[in-house]
C-alpha cells in the first residue's frame, strides 16, 4: 500500500538554526498537510497546501515557518530560526480527494529536538 | 469552533477485555469523525470513519457510531489482544476547512 514517507526520522538542531523537514507524499495526491505534536499535548494543524499554494494556515504557522513542493515528489517544511518550543514531533499528511469525508493518510512523523 | 476531546489514558487491559475509549466533540457545520490509530514507533493510520450521523465504522473488529445527539464517536472493541496496544486518536473533519482536529490521544496496554 502506498506510504507517507518523512526524513529524517529525528533531526537535533541548535536553537536558531535553520531545519528543513521532508516529506514524500503519495504519488497521485493533490493536498498536503503538516501537523506537529509537542510532546503530552494535542496534534496540532499547521498548514495545508494544494495547487503550489498554502490553502489554509493556522496561527501557529507564522514567518517563521514555510513550506515548499520544489519538485514533483517533494513537500518540505521549513523553520527558519528554530526556537526550544519548536521541539515536537512533525507529521506530514496528503490526500488525494477534497470534501470532509476524505481521510488524510499520514507519515511516520520527524521528531525534531531544539537544543 | 471545532475541538475533540478525549478520554485521559493510559489504558491498562488484560486480553479479551472490552475496550471502550470515550470521545465527544464540538464542531461548526457537518463534520466526519475519525479514529486514527499510532503503533509504537509509526505514523498515524486512519481506523475508521464515519461521515454522517447515526453511521457506524467498523475495522479490525473495533467499532464506533457517530451519535449526533450526543456529539460523540466513542470507539469500542469486545475482545482487545496485545497487538492492539497503541495510542488512539479521535478526530473530526469540519465541512467548512481542510484540516483534521485531534483529541490529545489515549494509550492503551493490553497485558496478556
Known amino acids: 500500500e502506498p506510504e507517507v514517507t518523512q526524513t529524517p526520522s529525528h533531526q537535533v538542531t541548535q536553537m536558531g538554526q535553520e531545519v528543513i523537514l521532508r516529506c514524500v507524499p503519495i504519488s497521485n495526491h493533490l493536498y498536503f498537510y503538516w501537523y506537529r505534536q509537542i510532546l503530552g499535548q494535542k496534534v496540532e494543524f499547521l498548514v495545508s497546501?494544494?495547487?503550489?499554494?498554502?490553502?489554509?494556515k493556522s496561527e501557529i504557522f507564522d514567518d517563521q515557518f514555510s513550506v515548499e513542493r520544489p519538485d514533483g515528489s517533494n513537500f518540505t517544511l521549513k523553520i527558519r530560526s528554530t526556537k526550544l518550543e519548536d521541539s515536537a514531533m512533525y507529521f506530514c499528511?496528503?490526500?488525494?480527494?477534497?470534501?470532509?469525508?476524505?481521510?488524510?493518510?499520514f507519515g511516520d512523523g520527524t521528531r525534531l529536538s531544539i537544543l | 469552533g471545532n475541538s475533540v476531546t478525549q478520554m485521559e489514558g493510559p489504558v491498562t487491559l488484560s486480553e479479551e477485555a472490552f475496550l471502550t475509549i470515550n470521545c465527544t466533540y464540538t464542531a461548526t457545520g457537518y463534520p466526519s469523525l475519525f479514529w486514527y490509530v499510532q503503533y509504537p514507533g509509526e505514523g498515524l493510520q486512519l481506523l475508521l470513519k464515519a461521515t454522517k450521523a447515526d453511521d457506524k465504522g467498523s475495522n479490525k473488529g473495533f467499532e464506533a457510531t457517530y451519535r449526533k445527539e450526543t456529539t460523540s464517536f466513542h470507539l469500542e472493541k469486545g475482545s482487545v489482544q496485545v497487538s492492539d496496544s497503541a495510542v488512539y486518536f479521535c478526530a473530526l473533519r469540519s465541512n467548512t476547512g481542510n484540516q483534521f482536529y485531534f483529541g490529545t490521544g489515549t494509550s492503551l496496554t493490553v497485558i496478556p
Open positions: 499528511a496528503s490526500s488525494d480527494l477534497q470534501g470532509n469525508n476524505q481521510p488524510q493518510h
Open positions: 497546501f494544494y495547487n503550489n499554494e498554502i490553502s489554509e
